[in-house]
């Protein structure tokens, strides 16, 4: 696709259920972020992928809390015994790994805990 | 976690120039400076980027200090499309980069 795509749009699930959420790069684009997003506030950064590399894990809230991305490519954020408190946008940006490159934002998926 | 400093919001009247500052004083000689925009109900989008010299780009311009302690996006005529949250962001290569809270630009028609 020509963009980055996050699935689903939406999700309400009950607290204590597992959810998983999904994240398609822009193809190439060896850099990927999983940001969450609460009500009216700022992005709060959670996990971040380069190639090969160790993912920078420094952002999750909690051991609940967990991401992987298979083959370089698609990313899956997972959350354990979800909790109300987890209720947020959760918002997947993809890029070349330069810093002088622009980042790519998904839609997000909102996550709903009830 | 978060290396800049913004306002929390401003106001434009339309068909104005807006001058959102930004602070970044403890910026690095490898961090670029990027600006994004979250409309209502969206994810952010790029807007602009910089490393030392000013930039400009169909959607705005980017005033650099010469210290690089901090950084001005300039929209030159503000309409109702461009109110947004506004986010300055430093961004190193190899590295994650955070957001603050942004400034939130209300136009007034």
């Known amino acids: 696709g020509a963009g980055v795509s996050q699935s689903p749009s939406n999700k309400v699930t009950e607290k204590g259920k597992d959810v998983e959420l999904r994240c398609d790069p822009i193809?190439?684009?060896?850099?990927l972020y999983w940001y969450r997003q609460s009500l009216g506030q700022g992005l709060e950064f959670l996990i971040y992928f380069q190639g090969n590399s160790a993912p920078d894990k420094s952002g999750l809230p909690s051991d609940r809390f967990s991401a992987e991305r298979t083959g370089g490519s698609v990313s899956t954020l997972t959350i354990q015994r979800t909790q109300q408190e987890d209720s947020a946008v959760y918002l997947c940006?993809?890029?070349?790994?330069?810093?002088?490159?622009?980042?790519?934002f998904g839609q997000g998926t909102r996550l709903t805990v009830v | 976690d978060a290396k800049t400093t913004q306002p929390n919001s401003m106001e434009s009247n339309e068909e104005e120039p807006v001058h959102l500052p930004c602070n970044h004083s403890t910026i690095s000689g490898t961090d670029y400076i990027h600006w994004y925009r979250q409309l209502p109900s969206q994810g952010p989008e790029y807007v602009i980027h910089?490393?030392?010299s000013n930039v400009n780009n169909r959607m705005a311009s980017l005033a650099i200090a010469e210290d690089r302690k901090s950084s001005t996006l300039i929209l030159h005529r503000a309409t109702l499309r461009d109110a947004a949250v506004y986010y300055c962001i430093l961004r190193d290569t190899g590295n994650q980069f955070y957001f603050g809270t942004g400034t939130s630009l209300t136009v007034i028609p």
């Open positions: 910089g490393l030392t």
């Open positions: 940006a993809s890029s070349p790994p330069r810093a002088n490159t622009e980042a790519f």
């Open positions: 193809s190439g684009h060896t850099a």
